[in-house]
């Protein structure tokens, strides 16, 4: 069984993988097989990690989110339907001091349904899951966050919620 392999069986089998944790499962530790400290780009298997995160990340049955303690979380399509209905709640814990800024931005996502973004403002509608976002990488180099309405991502994924979240 080949790295990607791998790592799709052990999405399945558990429903989420993180990038790099000391906790949960996690995809540096299984293409690696080390626990590492540091950044996984200081790695000798640097390379092999970013590939492996890019073909798990471009998967058919894999949601890219901010999930798990706001850190980049791949998510199995058989959970997809309850991460969007907690997602779409519009919770207290979503909502409640949110930040002016942010507020702005998230106004300017509903009502043009996507558009790219940096910054705090960006992070923190993504942390709160207000918003889904996607990591491009622009032409001049730079990072930035397509974010979008989660009932457009919905349409776009053919995923809708499970129901209200409990």
């Known amino acids: 069984m080949d790295t990607n392999q791998r790592l799709l069986a052990a999405l399945e089998t558990g429903g989420l993988l993180m990038v790099q944790d000391r906790t949960f499962p996690n995809v540096v530790a299984l293409v690696t097989g080390e626990t590492l400290r540091g950044s996984w780009w200081a790695h000798p298997r640097c390379h092999e990690i970013f590939r492996s995160l890019s073909d798990l990340a471009a998967a058919p049955d894999v949601m890219v989110t901010k ?14 339907k309850s991460v969007l209905s907690v997602a779409m709640a ?77």
């Not at 999930?67 to 997809?80: I, S």
């Not at 942390?127 to 009932?151: C, F, M, N, Y």
């Open 67 to 80: 999930l798990v303690q706001a850190k980049v979380t791949f998510v199995h399509r058989r959970l997809w």
């Open 90 to 166: 519009r919770d207290p814990w979503q909502l409640e001091g949110l930040s002016p800024a942010a507020r702005v931005l998230l106004d300017q996502v509903e009502r043009e349904g996507s558009l790219e973004a940096s910054g705090p403002e960006s992070a923190e509608l993504e942390h709160r899951l207000l918003v889904h976002g996607d990591q491009i990488h622009t032409e001049s180099g730079k990072h930035k966050a397509r974010l979008e309405t989660w009932p457009a991502w919905s349409r776009r994924s053919g995923c809708g919620p499970a129901g209200p979240a409990a």
